[in-house]
């Protein structure tokens, strides 16, 4: 979808609408998917009444989900400083005219501005790259599964079966309250904060890519497996679909450290990149980093 030349506060609004009202082709190909091999009525029920809500909020333009989370933007490419503000800006006119529910507070005061800005939001990584665009993505994160982050420090001598059991176990301590069938992101190695970063940054890869490196790519189709004949099931209740899938990235770390780290994606993991060139702007939801 290509439109011509807006100004950067438009595109955000649109990729904040487009992100909450229309779920990545991908993530729903998975949950018709589920829906054919589920066997348990309460499993089946449960996805049924996902994808009716998913075709709703598509048809009349509206949020999937009452929580709008907190936007977390990736911007990749050429950009200036003042690309920090027009994000603001374009979050303030998102929150008020999609509408978004204002999500962000101080954290000891619980103060609202009403908003969903105020000191450190919105948050914004970037990603310099020899190229002629700029491309924002959004990932917007509801608390819901983002209260279910978890980090470890595992002892490098814990090795790879540290690490699945590390991932399966945080996924299945977390039960329903992430709002399975979730997505979950995976980072190994790095530093403590890099880790993190990577495993919600792997939930921006789509399901139905294949990950480039080999041994990851087959610990994603093992944790998969194990997470998926645990019987969690939709939103907790039992079944045959726990996950949708799992994405892992990992970075090289210190010779004395194993740093893993979980950061789970609900049913309605939401994303969308916009790319702007001079020829205008692109929207997809297939983002990947």
Not at 71 to 80: I, M, Q, S
Not at 130 to 155: C, F, H, Q, W
Request: proline residues 7%; negative net charge; glycine residues 10%.
């Amino acid at each position: 979808m290509k439109r011509l030349l807006e100004p950067t506060e438009d595109v955000v609004v649109n990729l904040l609408r487009l992100a909450n009202t229309k779920l990545p082709a991908d993530i729903g190909w998975a949950l018709e998917a589920a829906a054919g091999w589920e066997t348990g009525e309460i499993a089946r029920t449960q996805l049924g009444a996902i994808m009716e809500n998913v075709k709703k909020a598509e048809h009349l333009g509206i949020p999937m989900c009452q929580d709008t989370g907190i936007p977390v933007f990736y911007v990749r490419g050429r950009f200036d400083s003042s690309i920090a503000s027009k994000i603001a800006e374009g979050v303030r006119k998102a929150t008020a005219s999609i509408p978004l529910r204002p999500n962000t507070v101080d954290p000891l005061t619980r103060e609202n501005q009403g908003s969903n800005l105020g000191d450190g939001m919105p948050v914004i990584h970037y990603i310099p790259a020899d190229v002629d665009y700029t491309e924002i993505t959004v990932l917007p994160k509801g608390a819901g599964s983002e209260n279910m982050t978890r980090l470890a420090m595992l002892n490098p001598a814990d090795g790879v079966e540290g690490v699945r059991r590390f991932v399966i176990d945080s996924v299945l301590d977390a039960g329903g309250r992430p709002c399975p069938p979730s997505i979950v992101g995976v980072g190994i190695g790095g530093t403590s904060d890099r880790c993190v970063e990577m495993a919600k940054e792997a939930l921006l890869a789509p399901l139905d890519s294949d990950n480039p490196d080999p041994v990851l790519a087959k610990m994603e189709e093992d944790l998969f497996s194990a997470l998926n004949s645990s019987g969690l099931g939709p939103m907790g209740l039992g079944g045959s679909t726990t996950v949708l899938g799992v994405r892992i990235r990992k970075a090289c770390c210190h010779t004395a450290s194993l740093p893993v780290a979980v950061n789970i994606g609900c049913w309605a993991t939401r994303r969308a990149s916009a790319r702007i060139t001079s020829d205008g702007v692109e929207y997809s939801q297939g983002a990947v980093l």
